[in-house]
């Protein structure tokens, strides 16, 4: 036997329609969802220190020497000087002479053009970590400054120039070379005439 399909009448079909679940509109419920979330804001970048133009600056990348004889005992100095975050003035030095790089300064204090500053360093006749002091003045230019090293010994004036900003590169290390020499004295005497307009040093490691 054969049922026949009939079409169920309009008012049965309204029925069951009403019957069915219903399902929320996806747009809807993302929607919903998003207003739910409350609006989260980036950090703000921390602004750079700003330093009055009123002010010297003392910050920067500075090479120049002590000197206890002109031309003759002269150390080489490196001071690099930046700010913090907070706008505090921060350092280190270099004394290639003494195989010292990157020694933090401390108690940096700044009164108008005058800048004084220490570090410690291991001292022969005063121990370890001897107080070294830095006091200098900056020129009106901006771009040297001068003043003395403070010892135990007394003080040394020193130079320094302005090379850079803070993080520049460091001078590279100089070393003189080192020439090895036959034992006859005509080499040595023809190394030594070669530079005659120049300061030359001669080191002899045996008795001749």
Not at 3 to 30: D, E, G, I, N, Y
Request: aromatic share 6%; glycine share 8%.
């Amino acid at each position: 036997m054969t049922r026949s399909r009939r079409p169920l009448p309009l008012k049965s079909r309204t029925l069951a329609a009403a019957r069915l679940p219903r399902r929320p509109c996806m747009r809807l419920v993302l929607l919903g969802m998003a207003l739910l979330v409350p609006a989260v804001s980036l950090p703000a970048a921390i602004p750079a220190p700003e330093v009055s133009p009123d002010l010297p600056d003392f910050s920067g990348l500075w090479e120049g020497r002590i000197v206890y004889k002109p031309a003759e005992v002269e150390f080489a100095l490196t001071v690099e000087i930046f700010r913090d975050a907070g706008g505090a003035l921060l350092g280190t030095v270099d004394l290639p002479s003494e195989r010292v790089k990157f020694r933090p300064l401390r108690h940096i204090e700044v009164e108008g053009r005058h800048l004084s500053m220490e570090f410690l360093l291991d001292s022969e006749v005063r121990g370890p970590d001897a107080v070294f002091k830095l006091l200098a003045d900056l020129a009106p230019d901006g771009k040297t400054m001068r003043g003395v090293f403070v010892e135990s010994g007394g003080s040394r004036p020193f130079l320094l120039d302005r090379r850079g900003d803070p993080g520049s590169d460091r001078p590279p290390e100089r070393r003189s070379p080192v020439t090895t020499l036959s034992a006859q004295a005509g080499e040595l005497r023809a190394a030594f005439n070669r530079d005659a307009d120049r300061v030359r040093l001669v080191l002899l490691l045996s008795p001749t």
